[in-house]
């Protein structure tokens, strides 16, 4: 999706609303990212002062499983997102602080796809307190616990295990 912004970087004071749908089948838009529905884009471009900013919302489905207990996680996502639009940079300064626009056409999809990739959560879990699985029977601990006897070392801290063994006075 792609919106024409060249008339706004001409008119102090005007806004130009910028809604639409960004479906999650667009090919390249959400590679690797589990986005189950179309990603809704609400907002604004304003031109206030010679500045020209856009906000937007955008909300999607989010459905993931949980890095712990393997549940499958639905949730309803909305981040908000706020950019300083240029047609060129002056300086060649800090140039992550703008969006630059070839031609005054701002790609909306390129953008929410940015955005939201780097707000995306890199591990989900089903509850902040999720007890994850037994590791011997894999039972799920959120359902309840098991009568697994888990009191096995984990074979890298062995050794460190067996020299405090060692170092502890025997009664």
Not at 3 to 21: A, C, P, R, S
Request: overall charge negative; hydrophobic content about 35%.
């Amino acid at each position: 999706m792609q919106v024409n912004l060249k008339q706004l970087f001409l008119e102090e004071g005007k806004t130009v609303t910028i809604d639409g749908i960004l479906p999650n089948t667009e090919e390249g838009l959400w590679p690797g990212h589990p986005i189950s529905s179309p990603v809704l884009i609400s907002g604004k471009a304003a031109n206030e002062a010679g500045i020209v900013e856009y906000d937007y919302t955008a909300r999607f489905e989010f459905h993931s499983q949980c890095a712990r207990c393997c549940t499958e996680v639905k949730r309803q996502m909305a981040y908000r997102f706020h950019h300083i639009l240029v047609e060129e940079l002056s300086n060649q300064g800090n140039e992550e602080a703008y969006i630059i626009l070839n031609d005054g056409i701002l790609d909306v999809g390129g953008l929410a796809a940015e955005d939201i990739s780097l707000e995306l959560p890199t591990k989900v879990l089903c509850q902040d307190d999720c007890k994850g699985l037994c590791p011997k029977c894999g039972k799920n601990w959120n359902e309840g616990s098991c009568n697994c006897e888990v009191k096995e070392v984990d074979p890298r801290f062995a050794k460190l295990k067996q020299l405090l063994e060692e170092k502890t006075p025997k009664k």
